[in-house]
């Protein structure tokens, strides 16, 4: 009789265990279900049938014309030629003074520094020099005539809608986002012009001699 | 004298031939650089991929005349205006217009030209293989060896307990003592006592650790539609975590990002070439390329037609949720990432060293309340970067200061609240 009791006591924890592991595929069991998971609809949760069914996924686009509590008014400017040329004329209707740089430049160095380097010198991570993965050579922010002379409202069009092999970033930063890095773009520029114009002569000259 | 003047000939020619190979490398070397100032932006390095312009390997086979080709460069608008066939065709190739170049000399265009076919004909570096997969290699081998060691030491145990029976039996023999039978081990009570508290310790330990487990996913590592590395991506590429999970900063979840964010970088990044090989956790290699094909074919993207993307047919990848918190538990990333300035890897782990992603932490109440527990909170509410949400708790500043507490824990501002988690 004990034997019995020993042999079953032991095959059953060996079976709980086995059932509880489940391994690294499996998520595992769960003791009370219905306090684990949740019954309205969480995000990101796996979706059910009913809600496939609907459409809706984890990447809809908010109501077109809705503003976000705490962002600046919608841009209107389509995406089309005429756009881009349109768009040069928009100003930043951020109050600079009130933008603070050091978010925005927390902001460029995660969404732009990538690329665009952190010196926004055009030679970040994913470019180095044309060893990283990235093949196309993002333009210099500073030090470069093409991005010194472009227009704030010009730079906020291209983040918008992309530009070139750039995709566009109106997902990943909401308007005002978006303004404060192009302002935060503008202000190294502001202080870097001197040397550029210095170092931008003479390389014109070697070209124009050869 | 007259050895010496082949030698110092010799040594000319020597001279020589360097003097011109360093010239053609200062060529190439030229054109490297004018191709990275002028080219690069719009076309792609490896001369062999279409990127918002078209590749440019072998563009001198296809144009023939080599006079009409700088005629392009320097302004393309004319020569498509003039009816040249060619420039006519390419025009076509993209809405953007190429660049003009008119005041770029000749020779600035041949070494550029050059720099494309050497660029254009150069072998590919192949990749160095990765160290993955001997590591799992080795622990199996390790078991195996205790495995056998444990199975031949109980073995001799085993040999030397008959022995010492039968000898015992041998001495009693000799010395004439008539001792019972004994009884078979598995009638000992001493023996069935043992195993009993044995099992009741083992089968304890088991049953209680899988219900302790029951609802934790500790080591969830399951396969995703996608072999994405977040090694390459985070670590290697140094992306930033919050570049992909932004809402992290800002919200509840941290996001998951949609295929417009892959997008961003894989419309030009259609190869994965130079990054170490892959394995998945079986240990089978990985093949990178075809599974950015896999990226294309949710996003609706054709690589050789960029330009003709539409972001907004795009399907959603349908992700498999790792991390997961009981319905009952509250648990708000931009809490412990913005206020609380808490690094992803505290409770993540390496993901920037990870192929596949691992639930490392157990995700546990305890294992919450601890860290609740030790973390120090920054107050430094006289600065910027300091978390001024607390800055009301005037009493901790002021214990602080007379040396009453010498820090202040989130347990102390309520950090083992029932209520911050459960409501």
């Known amino acids: ?210 | 004298m007259t050895p010496s003047k082949p030698i110092i000939q010799r040594i000319a020619l020597v001279f020589f031939t360097f003097l011109v190979f360093s010239i053609a490398n200062v060529n190439a070397q030229d054109g490297k650089a004018l191709f990275m100032s002028k080219c690069a932006t719009c076309h792609a390095g490896d001369m062999k991929s279409n990127s918002t312009g078209p590749a440019l390997g072998g563009v001198r086979e296809r144009w023939n005349d080599e006079g009409k080709l700088h005629e392009w460069i320097k302004d393309n608008v004319a020569l498509t205006k003039s009816g040249y066939p060619m420039a006519v065709e390419i025009s076509k190739f993209s809405t953007t217009t190429m660049d003009l170049f008119p005041s770029m000399p000749d020779a600035d265009i041949t070494a550029i030209l050059d720099y494309v076919d050497l660029k254009f004909n150069e072998v590919p570096k192949v990749a160095e293989g990765g160290g993955g997969g001997t590591g799992g290699g080795n622990d199996g081998q390790n078991a195996v060896i205790f495995g056998v060691i444990s199975l031949i030491l109980a073995l001799i145990a085993f040999i030397l307990m008959y022995v010492n029976s039968n000898l015992k039996k041998l001495s009693d023999d000799t010395e004439g003592i008539e001792r019972p039978e004994p009884s078979p081990f598995y009638r000992n009570k001493v023996y069935i006592a043992i195993f009993a508290v044995l099992m009741f310790v083992v089968g304890g330990f088991f049953v209680t650790k899988g219900m302790i487990g029951l609802n934790r996913q500790q080591g969830y590592e399951p396969e995703q539609p996608i072999f994405y590395s977040h090694k390459v991506h985070a670590g290697i590429n140094q992306i930033s975590c919050l570049y992909c999970h932004g809402n992290a900063w800002e919200s509840k979840t941290a996001a998951i990002p949609s295929v417009n964010v892959c997008m961003n970088c894989h419309k030009t990044i259609q190869s994965y070439e130079k990054g170490p090989e892959l394995f998945d956790k079986n240990g089978n290699k990985v093949n990178g390329t075809a599974e950015i094909a896999k990226l294309y074919e949710y996003a609706g993207f054709d690589p050789k037609n960029p330009d003709a993307w539409d972001p907004s047919k795009a399907k959603p990848i349908e992700w498999v949720k790792i991390h997961n918190m009981p319905d009952h538990v509250y648990f708000n990333h931009s809490q412990h990432v913005r206020v609380g300035n808490v690094q992803c890897q505290t409770c993540h782990g390496e993901i920037n060293e990870m192929d596949v992603v691992k639930q490392v932490s157990e995700l546990s109440m305890g294992w919450c309340v601890n860290c609740h527990r030790e973390t120090k909170v920054n107050f430094n509410y006289t600065d910027s970067t300091g978390n001024q949400y607390y800055s009301i708790y005037e009493k901790f500043h002021n214990d602080i200061k007379s040396g009453k507490m010498d820090s202040v824990t989130v347990k102390d501002i309520g950090g083992l609240e029932c209520q911050k988690c459960h409501y």
């Open chain 1, 1 to 210: 009789m004990k034997k019995l009791f020993v042999i079953t006591f032991c095959t059953l924890a060996v079976a709980i265990t086995i059932v509880s592991c489940g391994g690294s595929d499996k998520p595992g069991r769960s003791y009370m279900p219905d306090m684990s998971y949740s019954v309205a609809y969480e995000t990101y949760a796996p979706s059910d049938e009913r809600l496939k069914a609907s459409g809706a996924t984890y990447n809809h686009q908010p109501v077109k014309g809705s503003i976000a509590r705490g962002d600046a008014f919608p841009y209107t400017i389509p995406k089309s030629d005429s756009g881009y040329a349109r768009a040069a004329f928009v100003k930043n209707p951020l109050n600079i003074d009130s933008i603070n740089l050091k978010e925005a430049e927390r902001l460029y160095l995660i969404n732009c520094g990538i690329c665009h380097g952190a010196k926004l010198d055009g030679d970040g991570p994913l470019y180095k020099g044309g060893e990283g993965p990235f093949t196309a050579k993002p333009i210099p922010l500073v030090n470069d005539e093409k991005a010194n002379n472009m227009t704030d409202g010009t730079m906020f069009y291209s983040v918008t809608y992309g530009k070139g092999q750039m995709g566009s970033y109106a997902s990943q930063l909401n308007t005002k986002q978006r303004w404060e890095v192009v302002a935060y773009i503008k202000s190294k520029q502001a202080k870097k012009v001197a040397p550029a114009a210095a170092t931008g002569a003479p390389a014109a000259d070697t070209t124009a001699a050869k």
